[in-house]
């Protein structure tokens, strides 16, 4: 018996050792990889990838990969070919992931098509061309809710919009006259608004452009995706 607990501890002390070993070199890669990349670019993560000796790397919200030598930056996708299985992609996903729970939908404006069973949750900029040309496509979507966030994040004067639309007596419809109609809103702009913590949680998430959708199952979307893509999606909660 003593033999065999014996044994098993100095298996334990193996693995033990194994995983401090990996740690240590995940570790020292991810040190070597944030000198070479510069502070501009944030090292979030260093792991292994399936494939031996090659490394998988979060650079801000982006998944990459390098050698144990940081002498190679690696950008593309690697795809399991006995499955299909698009492992970068499933990776990319995962670590974007929010919690639906962490959206404060008081700091949004709200609208409901049909039944409102699907849920949305949108960050825009009232100045972005690809937010309008997604408000338009959207509109063909139903049974569904979208909570909207403002992040005005590309102009001074973006700022100014949010607050008038955000002040209006009607924020979702002044929203849509102007994204969609292209009617400017108008008002002073000089109510209480969400506009700081919607900013400061978009920081959060590493939202760096708009518009960024999420769904309840806390996945995003970056840019002005497709209809398609986004009835898809829907499909793939029920």
Known sequence: MNKLLSGLTLIILLLSGIGLAHAQSEALIRSDLQKKIGANSKVKSVIASPIPGIYEVLVGNDVVYTDASTKYLIQGEIIELASGKNITEQ???????????????????????????????????????????????????????????????????????????????????????????GVSPTGKGDCATPLDKNMALAKAFGITGTPTLFFADGSRFPGAVQITDIEKKFGTLK
């Open 91 to 181: 990776r990319q996903s995962d670590l974007n992931r929010i919690k639906w729970s962490d959206l404060s939908q008081a700091n949004a404006f709200k609208l409901v098509r049909g039944n409102g069973s699907r849920q949305l949750a949108v960050f825009a900029d009232p100045n972005c061309g690809y937010c309008k040309r997604l408000e338009k496509s959207m509109q063909q979507l139903d049974n569904v809710t979208i909570y909207t966030y403002l992040i005005p994040i590309l102009s001074p004067d973006s700022v100014q919009k949010s607050k008038q639309i955000w002040c209006s007596s009607d924020p979702q419809k002044s929203y849509m006259d102007w994204m969609i109609n």
